[in-house]
């Protein structure tokens, strides 16, 4: 059974510094595109960023500058750094990955960033 685990979320200080990770377990191929995804209270899930095998990234300009995904493929995890946090970058922090017809995601992690 496909499982993605995140963690690393908590509360931070506006300016301050997290890094969230992803583990996925239970797939035995290779995992094409991975990415994080957030849902702040009241608003809709949104794209944070995403990361190919290849190591290609896209990001959302909200975020252009201030975090960076990487992924270890041998070890199936995932990370996003997030730096110059901002209170509107609190939201529930979701791990997900396409791979052919398989997708998945995971159970989300909090990230609250206090001004």
């Known amino acids: 059974q496909v499982q993605l685990v995140e963690s690393g979320g908590g509360l931070v200080q506006a300016g301050g510094s997290l890094r969230v990770s992803c583990v996925v377990s239970g797939i035995k191929f290779w995992i094409d595109t991975m990415g994080w995804y957030r849902q702040a209270p009241g608003k809709q899930r949104e794209l944070v960023a995403t990361?190919?095998?290849?190591?290609?990234?896209n990001y959302a300009d909200s975020v252009k500058g201030r975090f960076t995904i990487s992924r270890d493929n041998a070890k199936k995890t995932m990370y996003l750094q997030m730096n110059s946090l901002k209170p509107e970058d609190t939201a529930v922090y979701y791990c997900h990955f396409v791979t052919g017809p398989e997708n998945a995601w995971g159970q989300g992690t909090q990230v609250t960033v206090s001004s």
């Open positions: 990361i190919t095998v290849g190591g290609n990234t």
